[in-house]
């Protein structure tokens, strides 16, 4: 059974940035695909980005392309997402996730965090 919190959300400017961080416990960190996933209001919940067991292939959602960077630290059982020149349209609760691959589909991974959130004002 794996648990999964994130941090560092916050309300940010547009343009700004913002790291995401997702610790993990109870299970083996290699194991897993790692996904961020984000959910605005009114939404459904949608991919961000995945990254593989061992960090060596990454997978990001077009909106998000260019600006958001998603890393690993196997030592550290932690996956993060560095977000910068944040646009107001990135205003989401984000999820981190742990799956059996680096898939685009929420219902793939078995296990979730609690959510952060993220605000960017215009």
């Known amino acids: 059974q794996v648990q999964l919190v994130e941090s560092g959300g916050g309300l940010v400017q547009a343009g700004g940035s913002l790291r995401l961080s997702c610790a993990a416990s109870?299970?083996?960190?290699?194991?897993?695909?790692m996904g961020w996933f984000r959910q605005g209001p009114g939404k459904e919940r949608e991919f961000v980005a995945t990254?593989?067991?061992?960090?060596?292939?990454?997978y990001y959602a077009d909106s998000v392309k260019g600006r958001f960077t998603i890393s690993r630290d196997n030592a550290k059982n932690t996956v993060t997402l560095q977000m910068n020149s944040l646009k107001p349209e990135d205003t989401a609760v984000y999820f981190c996730?742990?799956?059996?691959?680096?898939?685009?589909?929420?219902?793939?991974?078995?296990?979730w965090g609690q959510g952060t959130q993220v605000t960017v004002s215009s």
């Open positions: 996730a742990a799956g059996p691959a680096t898939l685009r589909n929420a219902h793939e991974y078995g296990y």
């Open positions: 109870g299970g083996t960190f290699i194991d897993y695909a």
């Open positions: 990254i593989s067991w061992r960090g060596s292939n990454t």
